[in-house]
């Protein structure tokens, strides 16, 4: 669609970009909104407080400063964004109705600082944002409309589906978001691996595939923040990324409204597949805010083959 061999190049912006898409001008209009918000978050990120806030979110977990303050940045942008009538985020207890009306109107779930812990050591961390229309948010991650996520690493990038393909932007100097690589797409099958959790809590069909992996010569690459190691498969184009029910967690860790929804969208949306090991991700249905569950995600034909070994 964009940069057609032997046409003058010059920058797409994400707005640009998303006019393209064939979608409704409030769609465009949050996804630009949450862009916005993002410059906020890095800007957090990169000179904020590192210290706790002392209070701590639904899981029990120790909330960071820049948790809270991700959150506030974004909840705000998506309030007064006049197309939003239902948030649910990571670090809030219950829904937030914004509004009853629906007509036009979007409900986003997000993660607004996945692998917070990271900052302190300076490892890359994220922004995960899941898209429904209407204001009803438990529904099967299959009828999302958009999914995005922001990368903070050593360069800001956001990688989005409005189940059209995947593409990716790059912030520039001036902040804005410009195309990098449009409809990405993944191999069936790849060699680095990017295990979560703790491996003597593995199962045994877990522990075989993982050996499966080592023996074909499959690398390990594991940052600890889901947003760069999924951003490694689906740039890179192959791998799978894992986080396994446990010994004690039989739903793994991973929350599917925030995390695990709008990662299979975008991977599915590349040619990847998303399991739980028995179930596609996108056709759960979440029942609950804080569900969790196990996942497979990635090439094809290695999701197929952790799930041979899962089932064995
Ligand atoms: O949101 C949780 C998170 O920080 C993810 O970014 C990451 O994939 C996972 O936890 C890492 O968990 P573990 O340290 O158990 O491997
Ligand atoms: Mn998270």
Redesign the pocket.
């Known amino acids: 669609m964009f940069g057609e061999p032997g046409k003058t190049k010059f920058q797409i912006d994400l707005r640009r970009h998303l006019r393209g898409q064939n979608i409704c001008d409030n769609l465009i209009h949050l996804i630009c909104e949450v862009a916005e918000a993002s410059k906020y978050v890095i800007n957090a990120v990169r000179t904020g407080d590192l210290g706790v806030a002392g209070t701590s979110n639904l899981y029990g977990e120790e909330q960071l400063a820049l948790d809270v303050l991700s959150d506030r940045i974004i909840k705000k942008r998506l309030v007064h964004s006049g197309v939003v009538c239902s948030i649910a985020s990571e670090e809030m207890d219950d829904i937030y109705k914004v509004t009853s009306d629906t007509n036009g109107f979007y409900s986003v779930a997000y993660?607004p600082l996945?692998?917070s812990?990271l900052v302190d050591v300076n490892l890359a961390v994220g922004t995960i944002v899941s898209i429904y229309a209407g204001c009803d948010l438990f529904q099967e991650g299959r009828k999302q409309v958009a999914a995005l996520y922001i990368l903070y690493g050593p360069r800001v990038s956001l990688v989005y589906s409005v189940g059209n393909g995947v593409h990716e932007f790059t912030m520039n100097q001036l902040m804005e978001f410009t195309l990098t690589r449009e409809n990405v797409r993944m191999h069936p099958n790849g060699n680095i691996y990017s295990p979560?959790?703790q491996r003597n809590k593995y199962s045994p069909g877990v522990e075989n595939f993982i050996r499966h992996l080592e023996e074909r010569g499959a690398k390990l690459r594991y940052s600890?923040?889901?947003?760069p190691?999924i951003n490694q498969v689906l740039m890179k184009g192959k791998g799978i990324f894992m986080?396994p029910a446990l010994n004690g967690s039989p739903n793994g860790?991973?929350r599917l409204l925030f995390?695990l929804n709008p990662m299979a969208y975008l991977v599915e949306n590349a040619g990847g597949s998303a399991t739980n090991g028995t179930t596609p991700i996108l056709d759960l249905k979440p029942e609950t805010l804080d569900q969790r569950a196990p996942i497979f995600i990635g090439s094809t034909e290695d999701v197929m083959k952790a799930m041979e070994f899962v089932n064995s």
């Open positions: 993660d996945d692998g812990s979560g959790g600890g923040g889901f947003v190691d986080y860790k991973l995390e």
